[in-house]
């Protein structure tokens, strides 16, 4: 039941996100996302594990979209905190993903290349969906290569992510032996 609500919040924090943004009022749905996260990492068999994923998982989404951003094939709406960064919703977003990992994702575990192929579809899709809702733009003229350079990030997204898990997961029995 767990894994269930693990994506029903998932999809409420997404929404509140993307949504948010849209109508200048990210604030409070970044910091109800946030709320959720602090409680799923309490909830966590192993917190540090988590966190550790969790921030692992914010470095590279922080950076991808920044990067993708600052290269003008995406645009945001809400650009707090910085015009250089992505914005702080995304921020979010990309935790909640991660929360997923050991969630309502687990079933991907051990199955690198289906989460290359998710994350190539699902990816893009989203950012779409967020596009279409209002929460940013696709930059520059054509969409196309926004969508192919978040395809490329969320292939390598979601097996990295299930890597760092299994990582810092193993680190944590080895000094527990």
Not at 37 to 57: M, N, P, T, Y
């Amino acid at each position: 039941m767990a894994k269930v609500w693990n994506f029903i919040f998932f999809q409420m924090g997404w929404f509140a996100c993307v949504l948010g943004a849209a109508n200048g009022q990210a604030f409070w749905a970044v910091l109800g996302t946030l709320l959720y996260v602090l409680f799923h990492v309490w909830q966590s068999e192993d917190i540090r594990a988590e966190g550790i994923l969790l921030f692992k998982a914010l470095i590279y989404g922080v950076s991808a979209d920044s990067l993708i951003m600052n290269m003008g094939f995406l645009g945001f709406n809400d650009v707090w905190p910085s015009q250089y960064l992505s914005p702080a919703w995304m921020w979010a977003l990309w935790v909640l993903v991660a929360s997923t990992i050991n969630g309502s994702l687990y079933w991907l575990k051990g199955k690198p290349i289906l989460g290359m192929v998710l994350g190539a579809i699902a990816g893009p899709l989203s950012y779409e969906a967020g596009m279409k809702l209002g929460a940013g733009n696709w930059g520059m003229g054509s969409k196309w290569p926004g969508i192919v350079l978040i395809a490329m990030v969320w292939a390598i997204a979601i097996p990295l992510f299930f890597y760092w898990n299994k990582t810092t997961s193993d680190r944590a029995l080895e000094k527990n032996l």
